[in-house]
T-cell receptor, first 115, second 109 residues
Framework: GAVVSQHPSWVICKSGTSVKIECRSL??????MFWYRQFPKQSLMLMAT?????????EQGVEKDKFLINHASLTLSTLTVTSAHPEDSSFYIC???????????FGQGTRLTVV | RKEVEQDPGPFNVPEGATVAFNCTYS??????FFWYRQDCRKEPKLLMS???SGNEDGRFTAQLNRASQYISLLIRDSKLSDSATYLC??????????FGAGTRLTVKP
């Protein structure tokens, strides 16, 4: 099956610093990658959709200058949380779709804690 | 109105019980439908796709009613290992996935 690897799995950072999260499709080319955020006891909320080589499309209410997404290749997308605040503490998950598929494959998630 | 609505539960059932979850969606242009399972602090994993004709996978049966914009999941003969949060997922035509808030199931001995 298709594998999506997300790194790091957890990170603690200080307020004001930036954190980069990587999402890699290991055995397929991902035409589209998605980034989600999940607060405790809540559902996954789509933050942005990322297509290789083009700018990400952000959902309403998600600051594109704060959550920088780079989809440099068909196997790698990165999410950078800039100037992190404690309220950015959350579980961030990426997913990837193979060309022609509708099924999404999820990374393991990254638990971010901003102190 | 939320795009995808689920009863959050929790559902607490004994082993061997049959339990059903329901989900409604608001966008009539939705293309694809899925049930995902999410264990605590883990990523969602695909449980099964949902088709208009209904589909079954072992103890799990999923149904889709496009006219009513309604999806269901039935679990028969519940196992302790079925304890998880079940997410109803609807995909729009641009592959954007919209998640329900999830229904928490606890199966007890």
């Amino acid at each position: 099956g298709a594998v999506v690897s997300q790194h790091p799995s957890w990170v603690i950072c200080k307020s004001g610093t930036s954190v980069k999260i990587e999402c890699r499709s290991l055995d397929f080319q991902a035409t589209t990658m998605f980034w989600y955020r999940q607060f405790p006891k809540q559902s996954l909320m789509l933050m942005a959709t990322s297509n290789e080589g083009s700018k990400a499309t952000y959902e309403q209410g998600v600051e594109k200058d704060k959550f920088l997404i780079n989809h440099a290749s068909l196997t790698l997308s990165t999410l950078t949380v800039t100037s992190a605040h404690p309220e950015d503490s959350s579980f961030y998950i990426c997913s990837a779709i193979r060309g022609g598929d509708t099924e999404a494959f999820f990374g393991q998630g990254t638990r971010l804690t901003v102190v | 109105r939320k795009e995808v609505e689920q009863d959050p539960g929790p559902f607490n059932v004994p082993e061997g019980a049959t339990v059903a979850f329901n989900c409604t969606y608001s966008n009539s242009a939705s293309q694809s439908f899925f049930w995902y399972r999410q264990d605590c602090r883990k990523e969602p994993k695909l449980l099964m796709s949902v088709y208009s004709s209904g589909n079954e996978d072992g103890r799990f049966t999923a149904q889709l009613n496009r006219a009513s914009q309604y999806i269901s999941l039935l679990i028969r003969d519940s196992k302790l290992s079925d304890s998880a949060t079940y997410l109803c997922v609807v995909t729009l035509n641009n592959n954007d996935m919209r998640f329900g808030a999830g229904t928490r199931l606890t199966v007890k001995p």
